[in-house]
């Protein structure tokens, strides 16, 4: 049983707007009262230690643009309706009449056999515009899912928003953090849509390199001690991919990542957890998550529906210190103004019937199926590629990283020489923190490949690089 640590609440104006109030506001917080980090695991998810705040300035990591925010007038009036009475008279609102659109009733069918019917209040709510942070009533789901996998969370001080997809949220966050030339810590190699992000910000990229545990984090500290005796900038933001990432496979150990989260607070900076692969990790026990480990309010949690659920519904969502997730849903109002609510809707339909036992045996099934193509491909590769390529078994995920032996460029490799036997693999460079990097690396997904595809997709990969090596 854990030591229980009771939280001061942070008192926050943000979120906590009167009607027609737009003003941001500003966060007041209590005293640090950390002398160790919790370590959440599945199997101690009893106790209530959870986000004590800090003295964290959060103005460190608003950058100007996103500073100049302000809260929508009319988004903020939408999200209020749903404290009103039904009786009241919604002139100011400017949606469009639901009565006006061609839908009757939205019926799925469910792989089991069951059924999900959206029809009358649920599918007006289905079709209509949504309040900017999400469907309330999947938030308190997604909540939940929070506090069962990752140890109760203190939701005075946390919130969550549903977006398009973790990729949406990821965008927003870094349009909050980064100003131009701002230093920032990445691994590489990167999944490919974060580094995407940050290059437009000409970021001076400190990379964190890898090995079979993730991110080397000896090599983190040296950087940042160092850079603190020379007196340069410290990294405001880590980025971290930390459960059987994208592309490497690997999934940093729990250990690693409460030394991470320590540097976050002795050097002031923010993680970015982006883990959509989290429940596909092929480990016996949940892995322990960064968030589980904020109790300073530091890191800004990305999940995703897309790897377990559907891609295509477009849904994930992020969890984090309330004020930076306003932050965020500020800039949510004037862009995409709510993430799909038919997919929220659909969601919430299915994850309340469900409740966390469904979700979880669900997750389940989904892993089972990712670690069996793995397996598969691993007999391939151990069959095809020994003596040809360097690699650690994939921990989850869809992603197996080759280093191939012998070659400093898979550029030719994977555009020509495969390409022509019609084998499409992601090389290497793709992924690098530096695009110009010529890399040694091919990334296989065996997500959907078919047992046969992936025995003679590995085959002809090994007699490609056989042929390319006798070109060098
Ligand atoms: C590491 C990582 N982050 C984010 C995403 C984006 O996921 P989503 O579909 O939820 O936007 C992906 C998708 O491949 C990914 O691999």
Redesign the pocket.
Known sequence: MKTLRRCTPIVLNVGQHELYSSSLGHVSVAQPKHSSIPDHSASSLSNDETFVPSKINYSRFINKLSSKRSASLLREICSKLDHLPPTCIKFAIGVPNVLTFPFKKVSVELITGESIELQGEELSIALQYLPSQGYRPLINILQKLQDSFHGPQNWENRAIMVT?????A?SKAVDMLMSFNDPVLLPDPI?S??IDLFKPYDVEIITMKQDSSGIIVEDVKKVLMERKEKMQSIPKVIYL?PIA??PGGTTLTTNRKREIYQLACEYNMLILE?D??YYLNFGQKNPVSLMSMDIEGRVLR?D???KIMS?GL?V?FVTGPKMLVRQMELHMQTSSINASSLSQMLLYKLLSKWGIDGFTSHTMQVKKFYQQKRDHTMQAVEKELKGLAEWYEPTGGMFLWLKIIGLNDTKPLVTSRCLKKLVVLAPGYAFATNYTNSSPYVRISYSIATQEEIDRGISLLAESIREELKLI
């Open positions: 398009s997809g973790t990729q949406d990821l999944y849509g974060a991919n990432s994208n982006d959509p692969y990305f995703s529906f897309s891609s477009r994930g």
